[in-house]
């Protein structure tokens, strides 16, 4: 801890000490390692279902193209079935048993949190004041960032991902002569709930680096 505060506070420390804590009742909602390899076996699966498409544009459709378009599909569905039907089950406990999983965090991340502000506060207010505007500026241009990118898509949910599902499935008899732009606009809708989900965690680290900052900062202001 000494060495930390000579060094002057840097975020790469501060991340590693929020990675260090322990999850308490909330692991539950982390993706597990089984799930992270179905997921790889989706996106392959994607690929697989989508390349025949534009080769057929290039070389001419063929039945082996329909036959691997279809194959493709078969393995993004079956691969991403398991974590749908976990996350469903997931949220539908949590919905049930909110109360009680909601006060054995709060207890749990209490503890942490006292920890973390009494490791922050051992810092100048100079440094706290200088982190916290630099999280305040790279916050507010992620938050622009996204409002350019998706606008209101983000509060959309999965609803893109399903409506890219159900446009694949549709022209499951046809999936050659599924028109172009609805192959583009599927997997844009994809690609857009992806980059929205990443970016909204970003925006929540930051929120998580701010909120610490600023309330070492309160802690050190009345010390």
């Not at 063929?62 to 279809?70: I, L, N, R, T």
């Not at 506060?121 to 916290?132: P, Q, V």
């Not at 549709?170 to 599924?178: D, E, I, P, R, T």
């Amino acid at each position: 801890m000494k060495a930390d505060r000579r060094q002057g506070l840097s975020f790469a420390a501060l991340d590693q000490r929020l990675r260090d804590v322990p999850d308490g009742p909330a692991g539950v909602l982390n993706t597990p390692r089984w799930l992270k390899v179905l997921h790889i076996v989706a996106f392959a699966g994607a690929v697989l279902g989508l390349a025949p498409y534009f080769l057929a544009k290039w070389l001419g459709p063929a039945q082996w193209m329909v036959d691997a378009a279809k194959s493709g599909l078969i393995i993004l569905y079956a691969a991403g079935l398991p974590s749908i039907i976990r996350n469903c089950g997931v949220m539908g406990l949590q919905l049930w048993r909110w109360r009680k999983d909601q006060v054995q965090q709060l207890d749990h991340d209490r503890t942490y949190f006292d920890h973390m502000l009494d490791w922050l506060a051992g810092f100048s207010a100079t440094e706290l004041t200088k982190a916290e505007r630099v999280v305040r500026l790279h916050l507010g241009q992620l938050t622009a960032k996204i409002g350019f990118l998706a606008g209101g898509v983000e509060r959309l949910g999965m609803l893109p991902v399903f409506a890219s599902m159900f446009l694949f499935i549709s022209q499951w008899k046809g999936l050659l002569a599924m028109p172009t732009w609805q192959v583009v606009l599927g997997v844009f809708l994809v690609l857009l709930y992806v980059v929205v989900s990443v970016a909204n965690l970003m925006r929540i680290r930051l929120q998580l680096y701010q909120a610490l900052l600023l309330e070492a900062e309160k802690r050190n202001a009345t010390a």
